[in-house]
């Protein structure tokens, strides 16, 4: 790492034991895992033709395993290809699907506000991740106000004692919770962002 002159196998493991981040495209050296020779960074050990990786990128200093990576000079970052099937929007500054050339909506003058989730990727629709379905935005203010909406809001006395299995996307959480209509609360962590897991019970 030329910021503090130390050894590190990867970025990840030098950022999780110093105080600092390493900037990889200031990486000029590496040093091979089999002969330990020091060298200027490339893709095979000049000393004992170690490989050390399947792809290797010379501007981010990436070593991987081949996933059909490229390096996309507008984004300053390598990208999951394979690079014949995406391109870089000028507009919406991201590498996009081929099959959205020409069809998607700017993201910068739609008129549905987009918010940038924790891994990059844009949200307008919506409020939680749609893959690990965790709430991708401090939902407190908005459960508060389906608290007071539950509570306006009775429902008809053949419900009124039943409950109902849930599973809580946000803590992962199992309830049993009484049923309504507008959600059901987590009992541990009270969010409103949950699965009904079993069947209804009176």
């Known amino acids: 790492a030329p910021c503090c002159d130390k050894l590190y196998s990867c970025r990840l493991c030098h950022d999780n034991s110093e105080d600092h981040l390493l900037d990889r495209f200031k990486v000029k050296e590496v040093q091979c895992i089999n002969c330990e020779k020091i060298q200027r960074a490339q893709q095979t050990c000049e000393e004992c033709s170690t490989l050390f990786g399947e792809y290797y990128c010379s501007m981010c200093h990436l070593f991987d395993k081949d996933k059909k990576q490229y390096h996309c000079e507008n984004c300053g970052i390598c990208r999951i290809g394979p690079k014949e099937d995406f391109f870089h929007c000028l507009k919406c500054n991201l590498c996009l699907t081929i099959n959205l050339q020409g069809k998607h909506k700017d993201i910068h003058t739609s008129r549905i506000v987009a918010h940038v989730l924790p891994c990059g990727h844009l949200l307008h629709r919506g409020y939680r991740c749609p893959l690990c379905m965790h709430s ?67």
């Open 136 to 202: 991708a935005l401090d939902m407190t203010r908005y459960w508060r106000h389906l608290d007071d909406e539950v509570a306006h809001t009775p429902m008809p006395s053949e419900y009124q004692n039943m409950t109902v299995d849930i599973l809580c996307n946000d803590c992962n959480g199992k309830s049993t919770v009484q049923f309504h209509i507008l959600g059901m609360k987590c009992n541990i962590c009270e969010s409103y962002n949950t699965a009904q897991s079993g069947g209804y019970r009176i």
